[in-house]
């Protein structure tokens, strides 16, 4: 779920794009994404984390987190998310929000609002919390823990009324894909009965679990027409009240992603055991080696680690990224994304219709949406991500 | 939208400027962050839900007084506009 949460930053191409920045040697890093636990209440099939999940104890003491909120404003990062697993199945969530906001930086916490009760949601708020991101993984609760293998649902409808008595930002985010898109209209419906500021409609990317399961889970070319259809209906009916934001599935794109805004750009990731990733899939690539929180300074390694380093700029880039006109507004796309797909982390975005390897995305989209005899639709099997111990 | 002249501008929920201290001053939203300076720091300064419309483009008529009235307010209603559809103000 909070999973969703980065995806959602990969893909949206505004997402990151804060204005009037200046372009400089070594940019300044904005946003800060704390993974502060694997542990997740929820079980969903396209949770974004890494397939080998850390474990409780591996994960940073709070001194250490309290330290990296520290350096991170002072290397100029405006944002925290806090994110997981279940950033709330850390016993010291509200300690971690107060230091973020005292160190300076805006707070937003991505949640499945699971484990969560009146008095931790008010004290939270206490604390500092601008903005509290709620994940949907459907709009009934049949599907929801289809997705999930976890009753959930009811919870989330009641964090929903609680929100009311609160002044924060509110993001509802829908995760959607093949399974539960059918439940689109109904989705709108919550979202206009409780008119958030944001509502996010964020398609499965090909990541982690998502990957594993993404014959189950890529939608069809129609359903993706009907979904476009009817979120600009929503958009323009919300306008002035919900934001909507719509992360298309990248394999139906003519173009790629500007993933996580250019790769050692804007965003820096942190896992629960304190590694420093340039995203949150970037262990998919062989050969790379994150530093650690724990051994030096958030700016050191946003500045000289070689993992920031690797894609950063254009210095990497083969044909046809190289000369390309759009190479300063996609940067290639996502390189985790070249990796899985084309077995090359420097290719270009395979999903780029420019790519030699668009061949390899074609013939997946080709299977998806072959006309099959509705008696050999299955129900699907899914592979549910476990709780790390 | 545009607001009305009597409208009193204030920032959404989720939405802050970041600390005097903190340099260049920045709008903090969910997910997003805009530089302000100048003009748009004044403005978005004056969104407090104390100062109404007319009172905010009184003020940047002062502040600007080289500047014809008329362009500045009808600059500050397109841009209080332009916040409103980005979710940063309310009316």
């Known amino acids: 779920m909070q999973c969703r949460k980065v995806v959602v930053k990969t893909l949206r191409p505004e997402a990151l794009s804060y204005k009037n920045f200046m372009p400089t040697a070594i940019p300044t890093p904005l946003a800060l994404v704390a993974e502060l636990t694997h542990r997740c209440p929820l079980h969903c099939v396209y949770c974004s984390n890494p397939l080998e999940l850390a474990k409780r104890e591996s994960e940073l003491p709070t001194h250490t987190w309290l330290r990296v909120f520290q350096e991170a404003a002072q290397a100029g990062v405006l944002q925290v998310d806090f994110t997981g697993g279940e950033p709330l199945a850390r016993t010291d969530i509200v300690e971690l929000v107060h230091a973020a906001r005292v160190a300076g930086l805006y707070v937003s916490l991505i949640t499945s609002g699971l484990p969560l009760d009146e008095a931790k949601l008010a ?75 944001c509502v996010e409609f964020a398609s499965v990317q090909y990541y982690g679990w998502g990957l594993a399961n993404r014959e189950a889970l890529l939608p069809t070319r129609r359903q993706l027409e009907f979904c476009v259809a009817k979120l600009k209906e929503a958009e323009e009916r919300l306008k002035g009240k919900t934001r909507v934001v719509f992360v298309v599935p990248d394999y139906y794109a003519k173009f790629p992603k500007p993933c996580v ?129 | 939208m545009k607001p009305e002249l009597t409208a009193t501008p204030h920032l959404a929920p989720g939405v802050r400027l970041n600390d005097k201290s903190q340099l260049p001053r920045t709008l903090l939203m969910p997910e997003r962050a805009l530089r302000l300076n100048g003009p748009s720091l004044e403005i978005v300064q004056l969104c407090d839900g104390q100062h109404t419309v007319q009172q905010i483009a009184e003020k940047l008529h002062a502040l600007y007084s080289k500047a014809e009235p008329q362009r500045i307010t009808d600059d500050l209603l397109g841009y209080l506009a332009l916040l409103h559809d980005q979710r940063a103000i309310d009316f």
């Open chain 1, 123 to 197: 004290a939270l708020i206490e604390a500092g919390l601008d903005h509290f991101q709620l994940s949907f993984q459907g709009a009934t609760e049949q599907t929801a823990r289809e997705i999930s293998n976890t009753t959930s649902h009811p919870q989330k409808l009641r964090v929903l009324q609680w929100l009311k008595k609160h002044r924060v930002g509110v993001t509802l985010n829908f995760v959607i894909h093949r399974q539960n898109i059918q439940e689109l209209e109904e989705m709108i419906l919550l979202v206009e009965e409780h008119q958030p500021g």
């Open chain 1, 261 to 389: 805004g250019g790769w050692g750009r804007k965003l820096m990731l942190v896992s629960p055991d304190g590694a420093v990733l340039p995203c949150h899939a970037a262990s998919v690539i062989p050969g790379m080696r994150f530093e650690n929180v724990k051994e030096k300074s958030l700016r050191e390694i946003w500045e000289n680690s070689p993992a920031f380093q690797k894609f950063r700029g254009e210095d990497w880039m083969q044909e046809p990224c190289k000369s390309c006109d759009r190479r300063h507004q996609d940067f290639g796309g996502c390189r985790c994304q070249a990796m899985l797909l084309a077995g090359d982390a420097a290719a270009t975005d395979p999903v780029c219709s420019l790519a030699p390897t668009r061949g390899k995305v074609n013939a997946i989209l080709e299977a998806v949406n072959e006309p099959k005899p509705a008696i050999l639709v299955e129900k699907p099997t899914y592979i549910y991500r476990p709780n790390p111990s």
